[in-house]
């Protein structure tokens, strides 16, 4: 039946996975062990202003050293999967060459603890810690070199552990290190660039993910699903008329045209190139068929309607509106609550591109939580949160909507990038002396779900 109010049909389909996401630079510390090389957020975030509180990721949540214990933290909440990302520089110092077999051992370490607990481990190739030489060398993102670089610590990875992973992301949110690292500046390594450069740069990254898993597919030891977790920009119909909806679809396309619209599609937008004029990136034809290269699923990252949107009598046929000016935030400002995005964006990737596999890779938010006396940590925003975005995920599902898991940003307290340790996505709390972990309201709420695979 087609019921989804409360009481009625609230079992997600069955095999559905319940993960937890981290990403390497957040959550792992020990920068300096065991042969690593430098990333350019270790050299970001030393830049006196550039982080809140000039707080870095030296020790973080010293998982490195306590992966065992997170481990066991997973298991406790029902987590059947784990998503984390692998540092480049720990596995390459110096991003090609020689690898540092140390290195990939604690990543090696961490599969196997996941796998004698029954995890699944879901590994992620690149969460923007580029190794610094990469920056220095040529600028990064800006050159194919970096995509060909990639390419090769990609495949040298997959070859080493698909024997015991069979689900891979190439890279985390796209629009996240190409246009904010090197057009707004926000994130490492905090360039500001002409619109030129910044096209390039996004071709860029997209040319990397296609070459990245033509080389992983090589070497890999068995059938791999890879796929890519991007932030995908959504446009939600701000009323869910027919026209709004169809609206919706076509701004989704457009606000992505550069990044997920070209790796679905093999081809840029008219739009897009057209609004770029004499900035349009420099690509040939056979890079576009590496770009769209087939992938097992689409991951995305879903935590905002970016936009919301109305059917438009201009060419485009939409209209974008932004949100009001006391929109319902969380505790982090870009942060507008607006639980129907978890609806609309699955929705959208499967009626645009026709994907029969999604999954959620991200989804949750931040909060200032607060350690009681007693030792608890009540997080009553995050649970009402998790409530109304997770009852849209549920409508999805029940719709037919190939959404085939879910993954909680975060397992833990972590780096928040540029907002250092103030702003906590954790469904366990950190103390960040003691290191100790705590669950909080939210983890009891995620533990409930998962194990009983149903809308509570
Ligand atoms: C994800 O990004 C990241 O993958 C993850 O590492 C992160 O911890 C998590 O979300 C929570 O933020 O400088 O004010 O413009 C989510 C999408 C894109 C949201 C970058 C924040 C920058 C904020 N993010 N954006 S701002």
Redesign the pocket.
Known sequence: NSYTQLGHNRKFPDNFVWGTAT?AY?VEGAVNEDGRGVSIWDTYSKIPGKIKNNDNGDIACDMYHRYKEDVQLMKSIHSGAYRFSISWPRVFPNATGTPNPKGLDFYNRLIDELLANGITPYATLY??DLPQILQDKYGGWQSKETSKAFAEYAAYVTEKISDRVKHFFTL??F??FTD?SYG?G??APGLKLPIKEVAQVRNNAVLEHGMGLQAMRQVAKSPLEIGV?E?IVTAVPVIETKENIEAAKKATRELNAGLLTVMMEGKYTDNYLNSLGPDAPDFTMEELNLIAGPLDFVGI?V?LANKYVQAGDNENGFELIQHAKHHPTMA????MVSPESLYWAPRLVMELWKAKEIYIT?N?C?ATDELSQEGQVIDTDRVMFLKNYLTQLHRATSEGIPVTGYFH??LMD?F????GYG?R?GLFYMDYESLERNPKLSAEYFKKVAESNTLL
Request: glycine fraction near 6%.
């Open positions: 990403a957040q969460h923007w985390n949110e629009y996240s904010l707004l926000q994130l977790a932030n990252n935590y982090s400002p870009w942060h991200e949750g931040g940003w975060s972590n928040e990038w540029i907002f702003i996505f």
